[in-house]
Structure formats: structure tokens, C-alpha cells
């Protein structure tokens, strides 16, 4: 208890908290009605799905460049403006059912997140302790769980009545709102840490930049391939969507508390390697199975060991120089997102041909993600012992 008063009275932990819920309810909306929006009212197909999640994928390609920009701006200060942009691309997907519109506005939306969250990464590494971080990081992951199950709940209570333009806006309005009541609040900084403000790529870090890209190729096969599954094979309806997405973040808001103390006890390595090689059986199971229930507790499973990614960056803690994080979070996301802008494409093409390509494709990366975190417990034993001023 003593260490969640230490984690809650930290001067960043409301911005945190607020910031995170908002950025949830929007991103959430749209996940919730993206697929369905696409399909039924744009008409898209699966190639054309594909293509508008790699160029969701592209700003955060180009995450790195957030590095510069804190050369004129505070994190704190950025990240608001971010959250600002997330909402208004979110606000008005709505209101354009063609490729073209869903693209436009997705690329704002995505701009905003993408750099959102490498700061919201940053924020939290250099202001919690190695111990604290995976507790404030499982908190945080709560409140998102918690924002989108409201958010979710919503939709399927307005699904049949409220047309779709009606609620992109509800999900979308929020969070310029809350972006806006980030602006006010007074930039807080970490005494005697000071971020580098230029690029940085260290032979040190080879295992988290891995780890990041293998992360970013399977979380696309989750986020495209396994919800159109359940749309175009099972012909789930926007409600049944819905419904499915409150079930999975109603077992996230209770779980996500307990990720954080389960890296404390067990380690980075164990919880990876448990979660690659459950993901490898879920993707087996996706590209065989007949049955709708079973396919549904497939999607729940997968999202709840989804969660388990943040030890990637609790990893990263443990090796990494305190002034690398900043740029080092940013030059993850987009490590990240080299894999993710190919994938999608790549895979809406192979789903033409044979649903099961995209999931066998899932179940290559789960394999080398088991393969690299093996080398976990080593490489940090290695940060630990090296000196702090290291430049490789």
C-alpha cells in the first residue's frame, strides 16, 4: 500500500491518469467502429482495411521525429497538443465514408497518438523507479481498460439509435477537451535529469529495439486481421462488436493492476515467453477454427496477453542511460512501426488469397519474439554492470 501512496503522490501521476483516460475513450471509439464502419458503409474490402491501417501505421514510422520537436517544446506540453490533434481526427472520421476520407482522417488521429504515447512512455520511465514502474504502468493500463469499457458501453447502448458520424464525435470530443485541460497544467520535470534532444541508436539497447519490432508486425495481425475474422467469416454486427470489446476491457481493468506486480515477482523473460507461446496456439487456432464461441474467447485470450508487452519497456528501464529515455521511446515507436506499416498491407493482400496466410504470418513473429527473450535476463544483468556514461 505504502508503494501505491508513492506512486499516487507523484506531481505527474493526475496528468498521467487523465491524459491516458481520454486518449483511451477516443482511440477506443474508433477501434470499435472502424471495422465495422469500413465494411458496411465505405464498402471497403480486405486489401483496402489493410491499407488504411499501414497508413495509420506511417506517422508513427516517423515517431523519431519527436525527438527535435522537444528541442522547442516541453514533453508535457507536447503530449497535450497531441491529444488535441487525436480527438478532432477521431471527431470527424465520421463524416467521410470513403477511402479516402477514412485515410485523411486517420492520419491525424494516428499523428497525434503516435507521439502521445512514446511521450506518455517517457513521462512514466523517468518519473517511477524500476520497481514503481511496472505498478504505475499496470495502473495506467487499468484506467485505459476502464476508459474504453465505458466508451464500449456506450456505443452498444447508441449502436441501433445513433448513426455512425454521430458517434465518432461522441468518442472523438473528449479528448480535445482533455488535451486542452493538459495545456493549462504547469510542466513538471524530474529534478537533474535532462533528456538528449538528438537522435540516439546504442549497440546496448539491440535487445529492446528486437523485442519492439517483433512486437509491433504481431500486434497488427491482432488489431487487423483477427477483428475482420470475426466481421467478414463469423458476420459479427456492430453491436456484437461492441459487446465483445466490454468483455475484453472489463477483464483488462481488473487484470491489467496485477501485470505490473507480476513483473516485480517473476521476471520480463517468464511473462514473454508465456505470452508468445500462448499467442503462437492462439493464431494457430484462428486459422483452423469453425466455431464462433470459440473464436470469441480466442479474441478475449489474445487481447489479455496483449498486456503483457509493457514488460518490453520495464526491460528497457533496466538497461537503458535515465537522459536516453526520451529519444530512446521515440525511436522505439518507430522501430515499432516498421514492422506495423508493412504488415497490414502485406497481410490484406495474403487474406485475399487465403485467410489463413495473415495468421500464419503471426505465428512466424510470436516465434522469434520467443526466441529473442531468452536473451532478457543476460542483457540486463550486462546493463546493470556497465558504466552509465557507455555511448555503444
Same mark, same amino acid.
Given at each position: 500500500?505504502?508503494?501505491?501512496?508513492?506512486?499516487?503522490?507523484?506531481?505527474i501521476?493526475n496528468?498521467?491518469?487523465?491524459?491516458?483516460?481520454?486518449?483511451?475513450?477516443?482511440?477506443?471509439?474508433?477501434?470499435?467502429?472502424?471495422?465495422?464502419?469500413?465494411?458496411?458503409?465505405?464498402?471497403?474490402?480486405?486489401?483496402?482495411?489493410?491499407?488504411?491501417?499501414s497508413?495509420?501505421?506511417?506517422?508513427?514510422?516517423?515517431?523519431?521525429?519527436?525527438?527535435?520537436?522537444?528541442?522547442?517544446?516541453?514533453?508535457?506540453?507536447?503530449?497535450?497538443?497531441?491529444?488535441?490533434?487525436?480527438?478532432?481526427?477521431?471527431a470527424?472520421?465520421?463524416?467521410?465514408?470513403?477511402?479516402?476520407?477514412?485515410?485523411?482522417?486517420?492520419?491525424?488521429?494516428?499523428?497525434?497518438?503516435?507521439?502521445a504515447?512514446?511521450?506518455?512512455?517517457?513521462?512514466?520511465?523517468?518519473?517511477?523507479?524500476?520497481?514503481?514502474?511496472?505498478?504505475i504502468?499496470?495502473?495506467?493500463?487499468?484506467?485505459?481498460?476502464?476508459?474504453?469499457?465505458?466508451?464500449?458501453?456506450?456505443?452498444?447502448?447508441?449502436?441501433?439509435?445513433?448513426?455512425?458520424h454521430?458517434?465518432?464525435l461522441?468518442?472523438?470530443?473528449?479528448?480535445?477537451?482533455?488535451?486542452?485541460?493538459?495545456?493549462?497544467?504547469?510542466?513538471?520535470?524530474?529534478?537533474?535529469?535532462?533528456? #538528449?534532444?538528438? $537522435?540516439? +541508436? !546504442?549497440?546496448?539497447?539491440? =535487445? *529492446?529495439? /528486437?523485442?519492439? &519490432?517483433?512486437?509491433?508486425?504481431?500486434?497488427?495481425?491482432?488489431?487487423?486481421?483477427?477483428?475482420?475474422?470475426?466481421?467478414? #467469416?463469423?458476420? $459479427?454486427? +456492430? !453491436?456484437?462488436?461492441?459487446? =465483445? *470489446?466490454? /468483455?475484453?476491457? &472489463?477483464?483488462?481493468?481488473?487484470?491489467?493492476?496485477?501485470?505490473?506486480?507480476?513483473?516485480?515477482?517473476?521476471?520480463?523473460? #517468464?511473462?514473454?515467453?508465456v505470452?508468445?507461446?500462448?499467442?503462437?496456439?492462439?493464431?494457430?487456432?484462428?486459422?483452423?477454427?469453425?466455431?464462433?464461441?470459440?473464436?470469441?474467447?480466442?479474441?478475449?485470450?489474445?487481447?489479455?496477453?496483449?498486456?503483457?508487452?509493457?514488460?518490453?519497456?520495464?526491460?528497457?528501464?533496466?538497461?537503458?542511460?535515465?537522459?536516453?529515455?526520451?529519444?530512446?521511446?521515440?525511436?522505439?515507436?518507430?522501430?515499432?512501426?516498421?514492422?506495423?506499416?508493412?504488415?497490414?498491407?502485406?497481410?490484406?493482400?495474403?487474406?485475399?488469397?487465403?485467410?489463413?496466410?495473415?495468421?500464419?504470418?503471426?505465428?512466424?513473429?510470436?516465434?522469434?519474439?520467443?526466441?529473442?527473450?531468452?536473451?532478457?535476463?543476460?542483457?540486463?544483468?550486462?546493463?546493470?554492470?556497465?558504466?552509465?556514461?557507455?555511448?555503444?
Amino acid at each position: 500500500m505504502a508503494g501505491n501512496d508513492a506512486i499516487k503522490s507523484k506531481p505527474i501521476y493526475n496528468y498521467l491518469l487523465v491524459q491516458t483516460f481520454l486518449m483511451a475513450i477516443a482511440l477506443q471509439g474508433w477501434s470499435a467502429l472502424y471495422n465495422n464502419f469500413a465494411v458496411n458503409m465505405a464498402g471497403l474490402n480486405g486489401e483496402q482495411v489493410g491499407l488504411v491501417q499501414s497508413v495509420r501505421e506511417i506517422p508513427g514510422f516517423l515517431s523519431v521525429t519527436l525527438i527535435f520537436l522537444l528541442a522547442f517544446i516541453s514533453e508535457m506540453r507536447l503530449m497535450s497538443l497531441c491529444v488535441v490533434v487525436i480527438g478532432f481526427g477521431v471527431a470527424f472520421v465520421g463524416f467521410f465514408p470513403s477511402l479516402t476520407g477514412i485515410i485523411c482522417c486517420t492520419l491525424i488521429s494516428s499523428v497525434g497518438f503516435h507521439y502521445a504515447e512514446a511521450i506518455n512512455q517517457s513521462l512514466t520511465l523517468q518519473h517511477y523507479s524500476i520497481t514503481e514502474s511496472p505498478i504505475i504502468i499496470g495502473v495506467l493500463r487499468s484506467v485505459t481498460a476502464a476508459a474504453s469499457f465505458g466508451i464500449g458501453l456506450a456505443l452498444f447502448l447508441l449502436a441501433d439509435t445513433v448513426p455512425y458520424h454521430g458517434l465518432f464525435l461522441l468518442s472523438g470530443a473528449g479528448c480535445v477537451i482533455g488535451g486542452i485541460w493538459g495545456l493549462t497544467r504547469k510542466t513538471i520535470t524530474v529534478p537533474g535529469m535532462v533528456q #538528449r534532444k538528438t $537522435f540516439v +541508436l !546504442r549497440k546496448r539497447y539491440w =535487445l *529492446f529495439y /528486437v523485442m519492439t &519490432l517483433f512486437s509491433g508486425a504481431r500486434r497488427q495481425i491482432f488489431m487487423v486481421f483477427s477483428a475482420l475474422l470475426l466481421i467478414e #467469416r463469423f458476420g $459479427f454486427t +456492430l !453491436r456484437e462488436m461492441a459487446l =465483445l *470489446f466490454l /468483455v475484453n476491457h &472489463l477483464v483488462n481493468w481488473v487484470l491489467n493492476r496485477f501485470i505490473g506486480r507480476a513483473i516485480n515477482s517473476f521476471g520480463e523473460r #517468464r511473462l514473454l515467453t508465456v505470452k508468445y507461446l500462448v499467442l503462437m496456439c492462439i493464431f494457430a487456432a484462428y486459422a483452423f477454427s469453425e466455431s464462433r464461441i470459440f473464436v470469441t474467447l480466442l479474441y478475449v485470450a489474445e487481447q489479455l496477453f496483449f498486456n503483457f508487452t509493457v514488460a518490453i519497456r520495464t526491460f528497457f528501464q533496466k538497461v537503458a542511460v535515465s537522459d536516453d529515455i526520451a529519444p530512446t521511446m521515440a525511436l522505439g515507436v518507430t522501430i515499432n512501426h516498421v514492422a506495423a506499416v508493412v504488415v497490414p498491407f502485406v497481410g490484406g493482400v495474403l487474406w485475399m488469397y487465403n485467410y489463413r496466410l495473415p495468421f500464419y504470418m503471426g505465428m512466424g513473429f510470436a516465434l522469434c519474439s520467443v526466441i529473442a527473450v531468452q536473451f532478457i535476463d543476460r542483457h540486463i544483468a550486462l546493463g546493470a554492470t556497465a558504466p552509465a556514461v557507455d555511448k555503444t
